[in-house]
C-alpha cells in the first residue's frame, strides 16, 4: 500500500501542474496561432485558428473537470490494483503533456501538434476515468 498512496499525490501534483500549463496557454495563445499561420495572413484565417485552440483548450478542461471529479470522489484511488495501474498511466500521461506543452508555448509549435498531444495526454487518462466511472457507479462494481 505505499507505493499506492506515494502515487495519489504524485498524481495530483501532475494534474494540476498540466492544468497550469493548458490555462497558461489560453492566456499566450497569440504566438502559437501565428506559428500555425502563414507570414502573411488575413484576420479571417488568425480568428479561424484562435477559434479552433480556443475549442480544444475548452476540450482539455472540461476532461480535467471530470479527472478532478474522479479524483476527488476517490473512485480511482481507493482499490490498490486499480490505483497502481490507472494512477501511474495517469502520472505518466500528465507528466508528458507537461513537459510537452511547455515546448509546444516556448517553442511555438503549430497548432496540429496540439491535437496528438491532446488525444495522448488528456483524452486517454479522461476515457480512462470515465470508463471506471461506469464501472462503478453504472454497474455498482468494485474497481478492479
Known amino acids: 500500500m505505499g507505493r499506492v498512496s506515494g502515487l495519489v499525490p504524485s498524481r495530483f501534483l501532475t494534474l494540476l501542474a498540466h492544468l497550469v500549463i493548458v490555462i497558461t496557454l489560453f492566456w499566450s495563445r497569440d504566438s502559437n496561432i501565428q506559428a500555425c499561420l502563414p507570414l502573411t495572413f488575413t484576420p479571417e484565417?488568425?480568428?479561424?485558428?484562435?477559434v479552433q485552440l480556443v475549442a480544444a483548450l475548452s476540450v482539455t478542461l472540461g476532461?480535467?473537470?471530470v479527472e478532478l471529479a474522479g479524483f476527488f470522489s476517490g473512485v480511482s484511488m481507493f482499490n490498490s490494483t486499480q490505483s497502481l495501474i490507472w494512477c501511474?498511466?495517469?502520472?505518466?500521461?500528465?507528466?508528458?503533456?507537461?513537459?510537452?506543452?511547455?515546448?509546444?508555448?516556448?517553442e511555438?509549435?503549430?497548432?496540429t501538434t496540439y491535437w496528438y498531444i491532446f488525444v495522448f495526454c488528456s483524452a486517454l487518462p479522461a476515457v480512462t476515468e470515465m470508463a471506471l466511472f461506469v464501472t462503478v457507479f453504472g454497474l455498482k462494481k468494485k474497481p478492479l
Not at 88 to 106: D, E, K, N, R
Not at 108 to 111: I, K
Open 88 to 106: 501511474a498511466q495517469a502520472i505518466g500521461a500528465h507528466c508528458s503533456a507537461s513537459v510537452a506543452l511547455s515546448f509546444f508555448i516556448f
Open 108 to 111: 511555438r509549435w503549430e497548432c
Open 45 to 50: 484565417e488568425y480568428e479561424k485558428q484562435d
Open 63 to 65: 476532461l480535467f473537470a
